[in-house]
Nanobody, 123 residues
Framework: VQLQASGGGSVQAGGSLRLSCTVA????????MAWFRQAPGKEREFVAT????????YYADSVKGRFTISRDNAKNTLYLQMNDLKPEDTAVYYC?????????????????WGQGTLVTVSS
C-alpha cells in the first residue's frame, strides 16, 4: 500500500492549509486513517484519526477546534484542513492507514505510512 501526502507549505500564523493523502490501493476503505506529525528533534505525535466510514473522529487537544480530518473513500483520499495555524504546528505531517476499522492514537496501531509533507508556520 502506497500513500502519497501533499499540500504542505509555508504560511504565516493564522493562515490555513489543506493536506491530502492519496492511497494507491482500496485496502484503506475498510480501515481507519490518521494524521501524525513530527517536529525537528521530537517524536512523532498523533494529530487526528477518522474511522473507516467517517462516523468517528478524534483529535489531539492541541489541534481540536482548528483542524478537521475527513476522507473520501471513493477517491481513496484522506484530508486534513488546518485553520488558524500556529508556529508550534510546524512539522512534517504523515498520513497513515490503521490496522482496524477504528484505530487510536498510538503509532503502533497504524501499518502503512506516507512519506510526509512539510508544514512551516512563521510568526
Amino acid at each position: 500500500v502506497q500513500l502519497q501526502a501533499s499540500g504542505g507549505g509555508s504560511v504565516q500564523a493564522g493562515g490555513s492549509l489543506r493536506l491530502s493523502c492519496t492511497v494507491a490501493k482500496r485496502t484503506s476503505s475498510n480501515n481507519a486513517m490518521a494524521w501524525f506529525r513530527q517536529a525537528p528533534g521530537k517524536e512523532r505525535e498523533f494529530v487526528a484519526t477518522i474511522s473507516w466510514n467517517s462516523a468517528n473522529t478524534y483529535y489531539a487537544d492541541s489541534v481540536k477546534g482548528r483542524f478537521t480530518i475527513s476522507r473520501d473513500n471513493a477517491k481513496n483520499t484522506l484530508y486534513l484542513q488546518m485553520n488558524d495555524l500556529k508556529p508550534e504546528d510546524t512539522a512534517v505531517y504523515y498520513c497513515a492507514v490503521g490496522r482496524r476499522s477504528y484505530s487510536g492514537i498510538a503509532v503502533r496501531e497504524y501499518s502503512y505510512w506516507g512519506q510526509g509533507t512539510l508544514v512551516t508556520v512563521s510568526s
